[in-house]
Nanobody
Framework: QVQLVESGGGLVQAGGSLRLSCVAS????????AGWFRQAPGKEREFVAA????????YYADSVKGRFTILRDITKNTLYLNMNSLNPEDTAVYYC??????????????????WGQGTQVTVSS
């Protein structure tokens, strides 16, 4: 069973940057598809970014494309989300999630059986 622990959230001013981390245990990240999702108060959880098990492809929501980067360090079994040019609309709890490798549908929350506990990101204007 995979366990995921996020960290790196916090309070940042608009225009600032943060890097979120997600340490995985129980399964190596090179054997799973991994993603970042977020949930703002009163809203549904939404897709942010994903990376294929091979690391060969990444996917982004339109709202973060060009500002956020998903990457991983297999030696540390850690998934990252680098976030730049943050704005107040990025305020949310951010979650990492993993699933067994398969093609497509990277943005669906229902496709990911394993989730972390989340880390709060707050962007002030």
């Amino acid at each position: 069973q995979v366990q995921l622990v996020e960290s790196g959230g916090g309070l940042v001013q608009a225009g600032g940057s943060l890097r979120l981390s997600c340490v995985a245990s129980g399964r190596t990240l090179s054997m799973v598809d991994a993603g970042w999702f977020r949930q703002a108060p009163g809203k549904e959880r939404e897709f942010v970014a994903a990376i294929r098990w091979s690391g060969s492809s990444t996917y982004y929501a339109d709202s973060v494309k060009g500002r956020f980067t998903i990457l991983r360090d297999i030696t540390k079994n850690t998934l990252y989300l680098n976030m730049n040019s943050l704005n107040p609309e990025d305020t949310a709890v951010y979650y990492c999630a993993v699933r067994s490798p398969r093609s497509g549908d990277y943005a669906s929350t229902q496709g990911y059986p394993s989730w972390g506990q989340g880390t709060q990101v707050t962007v002030s204007s």
